[in-house]
């Protein structure tokens, strides 16, 4: 039932040309169209592997958060239904989202998917807390059996060099590169400007904070940030200079709400998150091995964990069905860690970690502290390493999330394999900076990852702004975060309710900056609602000039999710949404709506 083969084009290039065997690679070249059928059949992945779990054990914590329109209910899959839960050993089939505006995949073999139906408890309309009626159908016919298929392949040996100057290796990570998506490439070449270019493309797709230049731009700016001495321009301890894993350690110890004080010892220094994910898999990874990752996730990890240590990762499929009062959806269990590490073994998998981001990405999902607390403890019983991305930590707006750091728990059930990272992109708006910080107990983890900090370090200068920014307590608590969660909240509050207003269903949990929209009931009405069909409408957005993020990007299971990004200006904001409702409207289901509303922007003296 897979779609006729399809192959990479070239502007000019003869049509008729023989298309490649199945599974193998167009060789790389310079920027072209991203081909989503050639994508799907798998010939930029390295391995895929999936398995199906019927149902989810219910959370202890009852926090559904599907936002319906009021007597809408959820929208049927069609097409191939995903499984309910499961896992797939991957290098992505899809171009992956990175921060940065590019997307990117992995070469491979083969890839399939399994197929299973979920039993009758999962497919009755089921309430949440909200009372909105979610329904579910399965598409697989009954005469048809459930199917595991799986593909393994060395990404390195199916892709061919495309310069006789490069490893394979080289031509891997030229490959990222060369993969970057049409749609980034176009919008870099045509953004938005409101002077010099304002019929460009609004940017809603890459998940940066933009409401708070005012204020991080004074601060900077003060005297007490410009400073030189021969310290700072000299070679540091590649850990970072003791002054500021000092104020490193107060500042986790103190927003992280750490039961004890935190030590500078335990702190490592570098640019950026993204160096942190490269670094720690190549210190606790062999080449070959893997991580379990919940799946959707932000896709740039895939790329992180690959390009030094040659690590993969074990996608944990999560779905938007809600299995009783007490579930939400893409809710992360026990039970589908257990099966996704099961499934890995089997194979010959060998996995040394769990990767959690917390607060979620794409989701915004909060996990509560007893769910924390089960996931470290599974991964204590497989003597598993635990990374913690909580680089949105302080970009929680709404209090009732409940948002508790990993380093707030009384007891870290393995303290050795627990290691913690935070950065100022996300939660200061300095995404172009580049500081990054890891938290870790284990001595030896430390120092593997601080002698790769002579390759990733920050200047002197640098490392003197952040340790002034993060002993600042009086602006961060008085200025800083007061006005940056209200923006982000009125932002937030004016892209929900216009979605509302559309009819549109998303998921939301008052954290980070982007909503996760179900936008299946638009794609209801296309031929077939497919990934294919998902970079269509994808294309239809960036057509009337806004970016958005499509589903399959952060290994989604379910054509037609979109990660909308709200953290932006007003008055960008209110143009990419204007944008955006003239794509849905388009569509014959949805109703006119209300003309866009202002953003209430919150006034006070810190503006």
Request: contains cysteine; proline residues 9%; glycine residues 8%.
């Amino acid at each position: 039932e897979r779609p006729a083969q399809r192959r990479w084009t070239r502007p000019g290039e003869d049509t008729d040309r023989a298309s490649p065997e199945p599974g193998v690679p167009a060789p790389p070249a310079p920027p072209r169209r991203c081909d989503p059928c050639f994508a799907e059949q798998g010939a930029l992945r390295g391995l895929g592997l999936e398995v199906s779990v019927r149902k989810s054990r219910p959370s202890r914590s009852p926090r559904p958060q599907l936002s319906l329109p009021p007597g809408e209910r959820e929208p049927a899959p069609r097409g191939r239904s995903p499984p309910a839960g499961g896992l797939a050993l991957c290098h992505p089939p899809w171009p992956r989202i990175s921060e940065a505006g590019h997307m990117f995949t992995l070469p491979q073999k083969e890839s399939r998917m399994t197929t299973a139906c979920p039993d009758s408890d999962s497919i009755q309309g089921l309430a949440s807390n909200k009372g909105d009626g979610l329904e579910r159908e399965c598409s697989r016919k009954p005469d048809q059996k459930p199917l595991k298929f799986y593909g393994v392949g060395d990404p390195a040996a199916v892709l061919p060099s495309s310069s006789p100057y490069l490893s394979s290796r080289g031509s891997v990570i030229k490959w990222f590169w060369d993969s970057a998506e049409e749609g980034y490439r176009t919008y870099h070449m045509d953004e938005y400007d409101e002077d010099k270019n304002p019929s460009g493309i609004i940017n809603l797709g890459t998940s940066e904070n933009k409401l708070c230049f005012d204020l991080l731009s004074r601060r900077l700016s003060q005297s007490d940030m410009l400073h030189v001495e021969p310290a700072l321009l000299q070679y540091p301890d590649w850990r970072g200079h003791l002054f500021l894993r000092e104020e490193v350690a107060r500042f986790l110890s103190f927003y992280c709400r750490s039961p004890a004080p935190l030590k500078p010892e335990n702190v490592v220094v570098l640019n950026g998150c993204a160096s942190l994910f490269s670094a720690l898999a190549t210190v606790l990874c062999e080449a070959g091995e893997a991580f379990l990752i919940p799946a959707p996730y932000y896709g740039a990890i895939t790329q992180h964990v690959y390009l030094y240590g040659n690590v993969r990762l074990v996608c944990v499929y999560l779905d938007s069905e809600v299995t009783g009062l007490e579930t939400r959806p893409f809710q992360l269990t026990v039970e589908k860690l257990e099966m996704a590490l099961q499934g890995a073994n089997s194979e010959g998998v060998k996995v040394k970690g769990l990767i959690l981001i917390n607060p979620q990405n794409p989701l915004g999902d909060v996990y509560s502290p007893g769910e924390l607390q089960e996931y470290l403890e599974f991964a204590k019983r497989h003597e598993l390493h635990v990374m913690v991305d909580e680089v949105y930590m302080l970009s929680v707006f709404e209090e009732s999330a409940g948002y508790r750091s990993v380093l707030s728990l009384e007891r870290l059930p393995d303290p050795q394999r627990t290691h913690v990272m935070w950065a100022t992109s996300k939660d200061f708006g300095m995404s172009g900076l580049r500081f990054g910080t890891l938290y870790t107990e284990n001595r030896a983890v430390a120092t593997a990852v601080a002698s790769l900090c002579r390759y990733h370090g920050l200047s002197g200068l640098v490392q003197y702004q952040m340790a002034q920014l993060l002993r600042d307590r009086d602006w961060i608590n008085q200025v800083y975060l007061p006005e940056n969660h209200a923006r982000l909240k009125a932002a937030h509050t004016y892209v929900s309710e216009d979605l509302r207003a559309l009819g549109i269903p998303f998921v939301s949990h008052g954290a980070g900056f982007f909503i996760w929209v179900d936008l299946r009931k638009v794609m209801q009405y296309l031929p077939e609602a497919t990934f294919e069909e998902e970079v269509l409408l994808w294309r239809r957005f960036l057509e009337n000039k806004v970016l958005l993020s499509f589903g399959k990007a952060f290994e989604c299971k379910e054509p037609g999710w979109f990660r909308l990004v709200f953290s932006d200006k007003t008055h960008r904001l209110r143009l990419g949404m204007q944008r955006v409702r003239q794509v849905l409207q388009g569509q014959p289901q949805l109703a006119d709506g209300a003309p866009p509303r202002q953003i209430q922007e919150p006034r006070g003296p810190h503006r």
